[in-house]
């Protein structure tokens, strides 16, 4: 009996044990699983916002362009396009827990090789825009200067020509709608993609202010000139060569004719005249219009520049060379330059060899 006892005794405390330690293994089974899923979540959520997922080719960044009225769906269409993001679908993950696609920013960004969603998400979200470089030359009127510039900034050109246009806007900054055109320096800007019409010119009479510093408007003065009239006789020199050696030179020129009160007889003004800077040969007959901006009828500068003269152009006025040369005229080799003349006998023997050379070549007009 002591026996049964014992054994009965024995059995009932070996079975507890046995309960806990299934229930326990089971606990920590389920446990193991809910880690291992928060780690391959956690896993999933640092790969989604911290491991580099853009590819740009050969390393270079890439211009994104995010204009107005631009989607979520349709910015990514354009990476996507490009290839320039590898995981799409951790970046419209993040895109949409960072809630992006209700806060689209137009703007100009570089998409970088190896940014992180992260990192890419929160520029675009905070318009973290990079500058692009705005460049205008060979500029005859403002409305070439309005689609130019319209074409490298987001605004539309119609809307930097109400400014160009505008006389009371003009007066504030100090100009008008004949002057503003020397306001403009031909160079390479950097602006922000989406800046205004009102920004753009703010920027470009700040510009022009440093240029013109004291050194340069005191050589203007030296020669009787305001910074206005430079640019008038620059524009010209801009359009009669493009070889910036001689561009001195042919200022002195012109500089010459102007103190002698010679008409300065530039061909390049009666193109602007004509509207036709593709004339190749001037003639007699282009000669004869009528207007203000016919140096061969009109004597003294014209009323404005003819183009958007380079900084090579306003310096080769301001530091021209002081010569006794009154004619010029292009090099019957083609090479560009010219030759110049003291006297006007000189100078016809040197125009007939030369229209020799475009009869020669059947160029007429």
Same mark, same amino acid.
């Given at each position: 009996?002591?026996?049964?006892?014992?054994?009965?005794?024995?059995?009932?405390?070996?079975?507890?044990?046995?309960?806990?330690?299934?229930?326990?293994?089971?606990?920590?089974?389920?446990?193991?699983?809910?880690?291992?899923?928060?780690?391959?979540?956690?896993?999933?959520?640092?790969?989604?916002?911290?491991?580099?997922?853009?590819?740009?080719?050969?390393?270079?960044?890439?211009?994104?362009?995010?204009?107005?009225?631009?989607?979520?769906?349709?910015?990514?269409?354009?990476?996507?396009?490009?290839?320039?993001?590898?995981?799409?679908?951790?970046?419209?993950?993040?895109?949409?827990?960072?809630?992006?696609?209700?806060?689209?920013?137009?703007?100009?960004?570089?998409?970088?090789?190896?940014?992180?969603?992260?990192?890419?998400?929160?520029?675009?979200?905070?318009?973290?825009?990079?500058?692009?470089?705005?460049?205008?030359?060979?500029?005859? @009127? +403002?409305?070439?200067?309005?689609? %130019?510039? !319209?074409?490298?900034? #987001?605004? /539309?050109?119609?809307?930097?020509?109400?400014?160009?246009?505008?006389?009371?806007?003009?007066?504030?900054?100090?100009?008008?709608?004949?002057?503003?055109?020397?306001?403009?320096?031909?160079?390479?800007?950097?602006?922000?993609?989406?800046?205004?019409?009102?920004?753009?010119?703010?920027?470009?009479?700040?510009?022009?202010?440093?240029?013109?510093?004291?050194?340069?408007?005191?050589?203007?003065?030296?020669?009787?000139?305001?910074?206005?009239?430079?640019?008038?006789?620059?524009?010209?020199?801009?359009?009669?060569?493009?070889?910036?050696?001689?561009?001195?030179?042919?200022?002195?020129?012109?500089?010459?004719?102007?103190?002698?009160?010679?008409?300065?007889?530039?061909?390049? @003004? +009666?193109?602007?005249?004509?509207? %036709?800077? !593709?004339?190749?040969? #001037?003639? /007699?007959?282009?000669?004869?219009?009528?207007?203000?901006?016919?140096?061969?009828?009109?004597?003294?500068?014209?009323?404005?520049?003819?183009?958007?003269?380079?900084?090579?152009?306003?310096?080769?006025?301001?530091?021209?060379?002081?010569?006794?040369?009154?004619?010029?005229?292009?090099?019957?080799?083609?090479?560009?330059?010219?030759?110049?003349?003291?006297?006007?006998?000189?100078?016809?023997?040197?125009?007939?060899?030369?229209?020799?050379?475009?009869?020669?070549?059947?160029?007429?007009?």
């Amino acid at each position: 009996m002591n026996a049964f006892y014992h054994s009965k005794y024995a059995f009932g405390r070996t079975r507890p044990p046995k309960k806990k330690s299934s229930t326990y293994k089971v606990i920590k089974y389920i446990l193991l699983i809910i880690v291992l899923l928060l780690a391959g979540a956690g896993y999933y959520i640092y790969q989604a916002m911290f491991s580099p997922n853009t590819w740009t080719p050969g390393d270079e960044p890439v211009s994104l362009y995010v204009e107005p009225g631009n989607t979520f769906d349709e910015v990514t269409k354009k990476m996507y396009s490009q290839g320039l993001i590898v995981n799409r679908h951790t970046f419209e993950w993040l895109a949409e827990r960072k809630d992006y696609p209700s806060n689209v920013k137009v703007g100009h960004y570089l998409v970088k090789e190896g940014m992180t969603n992260n990192e890419l998400l929160n520029k675009l979200q905070a318009g973290l825009q990079t500058p692009v470089n705005v460049v205008f030359h060979n500029i005859h @009127t +403002l409305s070439d200067l309005s689609e %130019d510039i !319209s074409n490298q900034l #987001v605004f /539309d050109s119609s809307d930097l020509m109400e400014k160009l246009t505008d006389t009371s806007y003009l007066s504030q900054m100090g100009f008008d709608t004949t002057t503003v055109k020397a306001m403009f320096i031909p160079n390479t800007y950097e602006l922000y993609w989406t800046a205004s019409p009102d920004k753009f010119m703010k920027r470009m009479k700040k510009e022009y202010e440093k240029f013109w510093n004291e050194e340069r408007r005191k050589k203007a003065e030296e020669i009787d000139f305001t910074p206005f009239e430079v640019s008038i006789l620059a524009s010209i020199i801009e359009k009669e060569t493009n070889k910036n050696d001689e561009k001195d030179t042919i200022a002195g020129v012109y500089i010459n004719r102007l103190e002698r009160g010679y008409r300065l007889q530039a061909d390049p @003004t +009666l193109k602007y005249a004509l509207d %036709d800077f !593709s004339i190749r040969r #001037v003639l /007699d007959r282009h000669k004869n219009i009528d207007s203000p901006y016919n140096t061969y009828k009109y004597g003294g500068l014209p009323p404005g520049p003819i183009c958007l003269p380079s900084i090579a152009s306003l310096e080769a006025v301001l530091n021209y060379v002081d010569h006794n040369y009154y004619y010029f005229v292009a090099k019957a080799d083609f090479s560009g330059y010219h030759s110049f003349s003291r006297n006007y006998n000189e100078h016809i023997n040197k125009a007939k060899k030369y229209q020799r050379k475009l009869n020669q070549k059947k160029i007429y007009n």
